[in-house]
């Protein structure tokens, strides 16, 4: 009988062993599996899986449903994807949207056939060295941890001074800022001598440097349940004023890769609009939220 007991003893400590060798640990927060798995995050049952390089685009495959009919989740539009890894910057894209400019490619892009249903391809880039990419993560720009948001001040021609939040520990800068009006001319900051110069529509995009210690981000992400996200507003859905604004976006996912001591994340985002609000009258944000992170493997 005690022999018995002993080998059943066994094999569920293997089994416990092997089940928590086999499951991530979640980064930054973010929920995290490997590809072929499923995770529930936003309202939704999410599989990603068949990750592969097609000319300079990262392909995934998602698959989706409610994890309630009757609970609410976030909205397919509002879902953006992006690659995980040591990257130079981030990559990410609206998924409903991302493969709009892939001619290229054989492939059914992701779409919403009904409100219960999310199925297709997702692509990511352009991005050549394959070496980095060590998985994909989703998000929404839509969604909100309570108590997690701060909005900053960035407007032309100095964009955001340098600023510490010390409620995520990092540090943000601006590194470069191009301002243009919606015909494509560029202002300089003797425009703001003009009284014509902001008239109808217009966009700016916004280098930033972000840093911090991983240590403290990733404490503060799992006090407030996951990581955090920067928002540039005002913003237009895809195809907005230029196409340089849907390649850069107005939303990141601050999710360096795990292994690091540093948090530094260089990133440019654009805000475009009614021209005075999206040059002089901008905000960034700082924002908690909800993501999961599907790996290439297990490390």
Known sequence: MRSALAALLAVVLVAVGCSQETAPPDVYSARTGLL???LSVLGWNITLSNLRFAGEHVLVDVDASPADPAAPRAEPKDLRFGLYGALAHPIEADGLTSCRLVTDLRLQPLSAPDPDRLTGTVCLGPQRDQSPVRGVYVYSTRDRIKGTTRGMAAAFPVGLPPTRDDDTGLDLRTTSLDAFRADGVMLGPAALGDPDAFTGSGYMLIGLRIAGVAERYREVSAARG???????????PVPGI??????????VLILPEVSRELVLVEVTLC???????????????LIGTHAALWKTVDD
């Open 242 to 251: 230029n196409p340089a604004c849907d390649i850069y976006g107005s939303s």
């Open 36 to 38: 072929g798995e499923q």
């Open 226 to 236: 996951g990581p955090t996200m920067l928002v540039a507003t005002p913003t237009l």
């Open 271 to 285: 805000t475009q609009g009614e021209i005075n609000a999206a040059l002089l009258y901008p905000t960034l944000s």
